[in-house]
Protein backbone atom coordinates (compact mmCIF):
# COMPACT_ATOMS: atom_id res chain seq x y z
CA UNK A 1 0.00 0.00 0.00
CA UNK A 2 2.17 2.64 -1.42
CA UNK A 3 1.01 6.55 -2.56
CA UNK A 4 2.73 8.78 -3.69
CA UNK A 5 2.15 12.78 -2.10
CA UNK A 6 -0.16 14.92 -4.28
CA UNK A 7 0.00 17.62 -1.51
CA UNK A 8 1.56 20.83 -2.32
CA UNK A 9 3.08 21.45 1.04
CA UNK A 10 4.17 17.42 1.22
CA UNK A 11 5.74 18.37 -2.17
CA UNK A 12 7.34 20.97 -1.13
CA UNK A 13 8.80 19.37 2.30
CA UNK A 14 9.98 16.54 -0.17
CA UNK A 15 12.50 18.73 -1.68
CA UNK A 16 14.04 19.12 1.53
CA UNK A 17 16.79 16.36 3.49
CA UNK A 18 14.60 13.65 4.77
CA UNK A 19 16.75 13.58 7.58
CA UNK A 20 19.20 16.57 8.90
CA UNK A 21 21.37 15.87 12.03
CA UNK A 22 23.62 18.31 13.37
CA UNK A 23 26.04 18.33 16.24
CA UNK A 24 24.29 15.07 17.63
CA UNK A 25 26.26 13.96 20.90
CA UNK A 26 24.86 10.95 23.03
CA UNK A 27 25.97 9.60 25.74
CA UNK A 28 25.33 6.67 28.48
CA UNK A 29 26.75 7.20 31.92
CA UNK A 30 28.73 10.36 30.60
CA UNK A 31 30.47 7.98 28.23
CA UNK A 32 29.78 9.06 24.82
CA UNK A 33 28.16 6.64 21.97
CA UNK A 34 27.84 8.97 19.33
CA UNK A 35 30.07 12.00 19.20
CA UNK A 36 29.03 14.87 17.12
CA UNK A 37 26.98 13.38 14.36
CA UNK A 38 26.05 15.81 11.46
CA UNK A 39 24.04 13.82 8.67
CA UNK A 40 22.14 14.50 5.96
CA UNK A 41 19.96 11.95 3.84
CA UNK A 42 19.15 12.54 0.60
CA UNK A 43 15.60 12.14 -0.91
CA UNK A 44 14.16 9.00 -2.62
CA UNK A 45 17.88 7.08 -1.69
CA UNK A 46 17.95 3.70 0.10
CA UNK A 47 21.09 4.42 2.55
CA UNK A 48 22.99 2.38 4.41
CA UNK A 49 24.62 3.19 7.87
CA UNK A 50 27.55 0.49 8.56
CA UNK A 51 29.92 0.25 10.96
CA UNK A 52 31.65 -2.25 13.68
CA UNK A 53 29.84 -3.20 16.66
CA UNK A 54 29.60 -0.87 19.25
CA UNK A 55 29.72 1.63 16.70
CA UNK A 56 26.72 3.29 17.34
CA UNK A 57 24.18 2.69 14.86
CA UNK A 58 21.24 1.63 15.94
CA UNK A 59 21.70 3.89 18.85
CA UNK A 60 21.88 6.80 15.95
CA UNK A 61 18.58 5.67 14.92
CA UNK A 62 16.52 5.64 18.58
CA UNK A 63 18.46 9.13 19.50
CA UNK A 64 16.92 10.94 15.88
CA UNK A 65 13.40 8.93 16.70
CA UNK A 66 13.24 10.17 20.44
CA UNK A 67 13.18 6.97 21.73
CA UNK A 68 16.28 7.47 23.49
CA UNK A 69 17.59 10.82 25.25
CA UNK A 70 20.15 12.54 23.36
CA UNK A 71 22.67 15.29 24.94
CA UNK A 72 23.00 17.55 22.38
CA UNK A 73 22.22 18.16 19.02
CA UNK A 74 19.23 19.27 16.39
CA UNK A 75 17.16 16.77 13.82
CA UNK A 76 15.17 17.75 11.38
CA UNK A 77 12.68 15.39 8.75
CA UNK A 78 11.70 17.69 5.55
CA UNK A 79 12.80 20.61 7.69
CA UNK A 80 10.00 19.58 10.17
CA UNK A 81 10.90 18.90 14.20
CA UNK A 82 9.42 14.76 14.93
CA UNK A 83 6.40 16.04 16.29
CA UNK A 84 5.77 17.95 13.05
CA UNK A 85 6.48 15.13 10.75
CA UNK A 86 5.71 12.12 13.10
CA UNK A 87 2.93 10.86 10.44
CA UNK A 88 5.46 10.78 7.63
CA UNK A 89 7.90 8.22 9.33
CA UNK A 90 8.31 4.38 9.73
CA UNK A 91 10.20 2.39 11.90
CA UNK A 92 10.64 -1.49 11.49
CA UNK A 93 13.25 -2.42 14.87
CA UNK A 94 15.56 -5.37 15.36
CA UNK A 95 13.26 -8.69 15.43
CA UNK A 96 15.02 -9.01 18.53
CA UNK A 97 13.65 -6.54 20.53
CA UNK A 98 10.19 -7.49 20.35
CA UNK A 99 7.95 -9.02 22.40
CA UNK A 100 7.28 -11.80 20.03
CA UNK A 101 5.63 -13.81 22.63
CA UNK A 102 2.46 -11.02 23.10
CA UNK A 103 -0.84 -12.82 22.12
CA UNK A 104 -2.05 -11.12 18.80
CA UNK A 105 -2.47 -11.92 15.40
CA UNK A 106 -0.70 -11.52 12.22
CA UNK A 107 -3.16 -9.17 11.00
CA UNK A 108 -3.32 -7.42 14.16
CA UNK A 109 -0.19 -6.32 13.67
CA UNK A 110 -0.18 -4.84 10.93
CA UNK A 111 -3.49 -3.46 10.79
CA UNK A 112 -1.57 -1.21 14.55
CA UNK A 113 0.48 0.51 11.28
CA UNK A 114 -2.53 2.26 10.61
CA UNK A 115 -3.35 3.69 14.09
CA UNK A 116 -1.21 6.68 13.07
CA UNK A 117 -4.01 8.05 10.82
CA UNK A 118 -6.56 6.39 12.11
CA UNK A 119 -5.85 7.57 15.11
CA UNK A 120 -6.30 5.22 18.51
CA UNK A 121 -9.51 6.27 19.70
CA UNK A 122 -11.73 4.65 16.23
CA UNK A 123 -11.84 0.86 15.96
CA UNK A 124 -10.44 -0.26 12.31
CA UNK A 125 -13.10 -1.54 10.05
CA UNK A 126 -13.30 -3.92 7.36
CA UNK A 127 -11.32 -0.86 5.21
CA UNK A 128 -8.29 -0.95 7.41
CA UNK A 129 -7.86 -4.22 7.53
CA UNK A 130 -8.54 -4.64 3.67
CA UNK A 131 -5.28 -2.18 4.00
CA UNK A 132 -3.33 -4.44 5.85
CA UNK A 133 -3.89 -7.52 3.95
CA UNK A 134 -2.94 -5.74 0.80
CA UNK A 135 0.16 -5.04 2.77
CA UNK A 136 1.17 -8.89 3.34
CA UNK A 137 0.23 -9.78 0.11
CA UNK A 138 3.72 -7.68 -0.93
CA UNK A 139 5.72 -9.38 1.07
CA UNK A 140 4.20 -13.19 0.76
CA UNK A 141 2.57 -13.29 3.93
CA UNK A 142 -0.97 -13.01 3.68
CA UNK A 143 -2.50 -16.46 4.00
CA UNK A 144 -0.26 -16.34 7.52
CA UNK A 145 -2.89 -13.38 8.53
CA UNK A 146 -4.92 -15.33 10.90
CA UNK A 147 -1.75 -16.81 12.72
CA UNK A 148 -0.28 -15.72 16.10
CA UNK A 149 3.18 -14.03 15.72
CA UNK A 150 4.18 -16.29 18.10
CA UNK A 151 4.65 -19.40 15.50
CA UNK A 152 5.93 -17.77 13.15
CA UNK A 153 9.69 -18.34 11.86
CA UNK A 154 12.13 -15.18 12.46
CA UNK A 155 11.98 -14.25 8.47
CA UNK A 156 8.54 -14.57 9.08
CA UNK A 157 7.94 -12.17 12.25
CA UNK A 158 10.83 -9.25 10.04
CA UNK A 159 8.16 -10.06 6.87
CA UNK A 160 4.91 -9.15 9.24
CA UNK A 161 7.22 -6.04 10.65
CA UNK A 162 7.62 -4.98 7.21
CA UNK A 163 4.42 -4.90 6.05
CA UNK A 164 3.04 -2.89 9.13
CA UNK A 165 5.95 -0.44 7.85
CA UNK A 166 4.30 -0.26 4.63
CA UNK A 167 0.87 0.24 6.22
CA UNK A 168 2.25 3.39 7.71
CA UNK A 169 2.51 4.49 4.28
CA UNK A 170 5.32 6.93 5.18
CA UNK A 171 7.73 9.16 3.30
CA UNK A 172 11.01 8.32 5.33
CA UNK A 173 11.54 4.83 6.49
CA UNK A 174 13.73 4.02 9.32
CA UNK A 175 14.72 -0.06 9.87
CA UNK A 176 16.88 -1.56 11.95
CA UNK A 177 19.04 -4.75 10.78
CA UNK A 178 16.20 -6.45 8.87
CA UNK A 179 18.16 -8.39 6.99
CA UNK A 180 19.63 -9.85 10.14
CA UNK A 181 19.44 -13.79 10.54
CA UNK A 182 16.89 -14.44 7.84
CA UNK A 183 15.99 -16.70 5.40
CA UNK A 184 16.53 -16.14 1.96
CA UNK A 185 13.14 -16.19 1.15
CA UNK A 186 12.48 -13.09 3.72
CA UNK A 187 15.93 -11.52 2.15
CA UNK A 188 14.22 -11.36 -1.78
CA UNK A 189 10.59 -9.29 -0.04
CA UNK A 190 12.76 -7.08 1.83
CA UNK A 191 14.61 -6.00 -1.01
CA UNK A 192 11.79 -6.05 -3.58
CA UNK A 193 10.31 -4.01 -0.65
CA UNK A 194 12.84 -1.19 -0.74
CA UNK A 195 12.87 -1.34 -4.55
CA UNK A 196 8.92 -0.75 -4.53
CA UNK A 197 9.57 2.50 -1.52
CA UNK A 198 12.09 3.96 -3.49
CA UNK A 199 10.52 3.81 -6.86
CA UNK A 200 7.58 5.80 -5.53
CA UNK A 201 10.31 8.62 -3.89
CA UNK A 202 10.41 7.19 -0.81
CA UNK A 203 13.53 7.56 1.44
CA UNK A 204 14.85 4.56 3.15
CA UNK A 205 17.29 4.46 6.17
CA UNK A 206 18.97 1.00 6.87
CA UNK A 207 20.85 -0.31 9.46
CA UNK A 208 23.31 -2.82 7.04
CA UNK A 209 25.92 -5.04 9.14
CA UNK A 210 27.02 -7.11 5.48
CA UNK A 211 29.96 -5.56 3.68
CA UNK A 212 29.70 -7.94 1.22
CA UNK A 213 25.98 -6.91 -0.05
CA UNK A 214 26.18 -3.21 0.97
CA UNK A 215 27.00 -1.64 -2.74
CA UNK A 216 24.26 -4.01 -4.28
CA UNK A 217 21.72 -3.11 -2.29
CA UNK A 218 22.11 0.95 -1.49
CA UNK A 219 22.91 3.95 -2.99
CA UNK A 220 24.01 5.92 -0.49
CA UNK A 221 26.53 4.93 2.50
CA UNK A 222 27.02 6.28 6.13
CA UNK A 223 29.92 5.10 7.96
CA UNK A 224 30.10 5.24 11.58
CA UNK A 225 32.74 4.16 14.60
CA UNK A 226 30.90 6.34 16.98
CA UNK A 227 31.55 9.83 15.03
CA UNK A 228 30.56 9.80 11.13
CA UNK A 229 33.83 8.59 9.26
CA UNK A 230 32.42 9.14 6.12
CA UNK A 231 29.09 9.75 4.37
CA UNK A 232 27.98 9.57 0.60
CA UNK A 233 26.92 8.06 -2.51
CA UNK A 234 28.09 4.57 -2.40
CA UNK A 235 30.67 4.60 -5.27
CA UNK A 236 32.66 7.43 -3.60
CA UNK A 237 32.26 6.02 -0.06
CA UNK A 238 32.81 2.77 -0.08
CA UNK A 239 36.86 2.93 -0.57
CA UNK A 240 39.33 0.78 1.30
CA UNK A 241 40.45 4.40 2.68
CA UNK A 242 37.18 4.73 4.80
CA UNK A 243 36.87 1.56 5.51
CA UNK A 244 40.03 1.14 7.06
CA UNK A 245 39.16 4.65 8.94
CA UNK A 246 36.18 2.84 9.87
CA UNK A 247 37.04 -0.82 11.44
CA UNK A 248 41.11 -0.51 11.66
CA UNK A 249 43.71 -2.14 10.34
CA UNK A 250 42.46 -5.33 11.15
CA UNK A 251 38.84 -5.83 8.71
CA UNK A 252 39.48 -7.59 6.27
CA UNK A 253 38.76 -6.27 2.73
CA UNK A 254 36.07 -7.32 0.81
CA UNK A 255 36.04 -7.57 -3.10
Not at 17 to 42: C, F, G, I
Not at 164 to 193: C, H, K, N
Request: charged share 20%; glycine share 8%; aromatic share 8%.
Amino acid sequence: MIHTQSNPKALLSQSLAPLEVRDLTVAYREKPVLWDVDLQVPVGQLCAIVGPNGAGKSTLIKAVLGLIPKASGQVKFFGQTLVEARSRIGYVPQRGSVDWDFPTSVLDVVVMGLYGKLGWFRRPGKLERDAALRCLEQVSMSEFAGRQISQLSGGQQQRVFLARALAQDSDLYFMDEPFAGVDAVTEDAILRVLHELKEHGKTVVVVHHDLETVRAYFDHLTLLNVQVIASGPMDETFTPENLKRTYGERMIMVS
